[in-house]
């Protein structure tokens, strides 16, 4: 089945390299994972808002999105744990029967209605689940595999030191979520070894960048201040980049380094690390936009390059 | 550590209401642990104040707002001060994944939210994600900066100014104001009609709060405060 891919509102609109890495890792010349671009998609709705005020606005606009996947016969591909968690959530909030005719209810005066995916039967009785949501990480390391992308990997990144950071919404909560241990997840992990780099364990691997639920937008010093603590572990780690699986906690990481004086780890998305050791030309993974300054690995990429 | 919580937590009250278990009457709300379960929180009275959210809640670590106590303010309804507290939960799942009753502390924030909306407590946050979510169809408004290196990528236009969009946008205000979310948050609705994309400018103007400066500065921050707007 192809993939609808559900870009977001953080990747579109400040860290498009991110999408000019996916389509490239995922693109005929690489994995070669069938695509397809909605238009339609809107926002998932953003959990620490929506799913904050209103859980039944939330609901409604997350299935509006859910219909459109439905009616394409499509699976949602997320590159963002935010999106994942709404949307995953709301599919699977879908199921209670009443709630789903509560939200038809409103769908309906946009003419849509939600039934799930209609899966393949005798034609008698008619059986749904769930429109399949995924990140891109389980389909990276999952349906496509880790020996695939290891066999795409042109130039291995042996000299880098990765700090991963596998951000909340997609490892919890464990009801919903189940695409790996919430306490030793090891998918993207596995992708960075897949390119060829090193993964450092740090402290508080799996803590929050500080960010999520809205108190980066309600109380901005406290985000900082935690993204701040991870930085030290990861400093202490010795990592020269961070790899994340969210764009939510990029944005974190790339702006709060800029309130810690002498620290400045670039921080790349998963789909950038292996965009670049698939060859990428890092001039299309739009690190312009990025505030701290990407350059010191590129540099370690173009020092072997020439030597 | 300990003597300065006490001292400032939830106004000055814990050693009264968490230890000394003083209620004052004109703060005790007997519905309080109702509404919480009617938002979908879970009976915070089977929680046992075992305190393993607190120590595995990155929040709690860091500030005076201490998971179990909140829990413990809720258990004995003491709304108005519960609600008086700053949004301080990540929804990070981690009380969660360590409570042995299952109260799934962060859901119990999700609801004091809810309940704090309608308090009208609402946060500018809140609004102005929405006003964007109304106006772009997405809770980030766009970036000038950005637009031109999508064309320098061959990444296309954003959804918003495509033409076929506006359908979409209208499709969202549809929800948006039929679930009467607009309303709640107090923020306007305007009619987008077809011409959606009389982009940048006066946004401000359409779907609006009190003043929307800086609606790209929720998610966007940085960038979106001096590209969003201009």
Known sequence: ?307 | MSGETEETFIGGQKTLVVEEKVVLDKEYDPEFVAEIVKYGGRDVKTCHQCGNCTGVCPYSLKTLYKTRNIIKMCQLGLKSLVLQTPWLCATCYRCYEHCPEDINAAEVMIALRHIAVRDGFIPDFIKRVTVNVLQYGQSVAPAREVEVLREQLELGPLSYAKPKYVKSINEVQYIIRAMGYDKLVHVKIERSKDKGAEKGEDKGADNSVDKGEDKGADNGTEKGADKGGD
């Open chain 1, 1 to 307: 089945m192809a993939y609808g891919l559900f870009l977001g509102c953080l990747i579109p609109n400040r860290y498009p390299g991110i999408e000019w890495s996916t389509r490239f890792i995922l693109g005929r010349n690489q994995l070669n994972v069938p695509l397809v671009d909605v238009e339609e998609f809107a926002c998932c709705p953003v959990p620490g808002i929506f799913y904050s005020a209103d859980k039944d606005t939330w609901l409604a606009l997350a299935a509006r999105n859910l219909v459109v996947a439905q009616d394409q016969g499509i699976e949602v591909l997320t590159l963002c744990n935010g999106c994942y968690m709404s949307l995953h959530k709301a599919a699977e909030t879908l199921q209670d029967s009443k709630k789903r005719s509560e939200v038809n209810k409103v769908l309906r005066g946009v003419g849509k209605r939600y039934t799930g995916e209609e899966l393949p039967g005798d034609g008698r009785v008619k059986q749904y689940r769930p429109v399949q949501v995924k990140h891109l990480v389980e389909v990276l390391a999952n349906d496509v595999g880790i020996e695939r992308i290891e066999d795409k990997v042109t130039t291995p990144l042996s000299d880098f030191r990765v700090a991963v950071h596998y951000g909340c919404h997609y490892l919890r909560p464990s009801t919903t979520h189940t695409i790996e241990n919430p306490n030793r997840p090891h998918l993207v992990d596995d992708l960075v070894r897949a390119c060829g780099a090193t993964s450092v364990e740090y402290d508080e691997k799996l803590a929050c960048c500080g960010a999520g639920g809205g108190v980066r937008s309600h109380v901005k010093e406290l985000a900082d201040s935690m993204t701040a603590d991870k930085m030290k572990s990861i400093q202490e780690a010795g990592a020269d980049v961070i790899v994340t699986a969210c764009p939510f906690c990029l944005l974190q990481f790339d702006t709060a380094q800029l309130t810690l004086p002498g620290i400045n780890t670039p921080v790349v998305h998963i789909s950038n690390l292996i965009a670049l050791a698939m060859g990428a030309d890092p001039l299309f993974l739009g690190f312009d936009l990025h505030n701290v300054s990407v350059n010191p690995i590129l540099r370690k990429l173009r020092r072997r390059a020439t030597a």
